[in-house]
């Protein structure tokens, strides 16, 4: 797949760092034109700058995600300046772990709109400018088939991104449209690095038959097969890149 994307354009939310940091990376690696955005536009700007730096081309967004008109404004935006939109990856999450007596209306709301309604908005604005048909991979988590503790909201906004995914692949299949998701267990990210304690990462890599924690490229190379036509005829799944996590009773 070295220049699968050659001449296709993609936006992928939260791609200034960690996972999505990767996953533009990987598309723009593919030939694709890449639409950075995250929550801090400095960030985005930052890693378009990268890229551009590296012979791609890439163009910065900042907003945040719960808010519609953020992505409509940048899939509105990238299809003015290119033509096209193929590809979306909604990758953007905010997360905080607590017990259940802990949660506030804030984390929670926080964490549904970044984490659930920014994929609504994410498939509403792409499906308007794939007009020739194109890719939407939603990230969800391995947390979306377990039930991780103090992870209530994470567990349940991750599982509804399923649902999302497949009710919108049979809805926009006839128009050529596929939506998938990717499912990643434990990835070494800084994210991953501040909200789980030491003692609970190593009890997490126990439990991983793989006995290692994920890499963001890994997270990225199922993106890319999904994004790309080797994928054609698949839609409305996940794929799970958790080391198996998810199917070990350990």
Known sequence: MTQAFEGRVALVTGGARGIGRAIVERLAAGGATVG????????????????????????????????????FNAAGALKQQFGRLDVLVS???????????????????????????????????????MDRGGSVVNIASAAAFLGIP???????????????????????????????AIGPGSVATEGVKINVDP???????????????????????????????????ITGECIKVDGGVTHAFL
């Open 91 to 129: 990758n953007a999450m905010w997360v905080r772990y607590g017990p259940i007596d802990e949660l506030t209306p804030e984390a929670v709301q926080r964490m549904v709109g970044t984490g659930f309604n920014s994929v609504v908005w994410g498939i509403q604005a792409a499906s308007a400018h």
């Open 199 to 233: 003692e609970k990462a190593a009890l997490r890599l126990a439990k991983t038959p793989m006995r290692r924690l994920g890499e963001v490229e890994d997270i990225a190379s199922a993106v890319a097969f999904l994004a790309s036509d080797e994928s054609s005829w």
């Open 150 to 180: 103090q992870a209530m909201i994470y567990c349940g906004v991750k599982a509804g991104v399923l649902g999302l995914t497949r009710s919108a692949a049979v809805d926009l299949g006839p128009r050529g449209i596929r939506v998938n």
């Open 36 to 71: 950075v955005l995250d929550l801090k536009l400095e960030l985005a700007e930052e890693a378009a700058a990268e890229l551009r730096a590296a012979g791609h081309q890439a163009v910065a967004f900042g907003g945040d995600v719960a808010q519609r008109d953020t992505l």
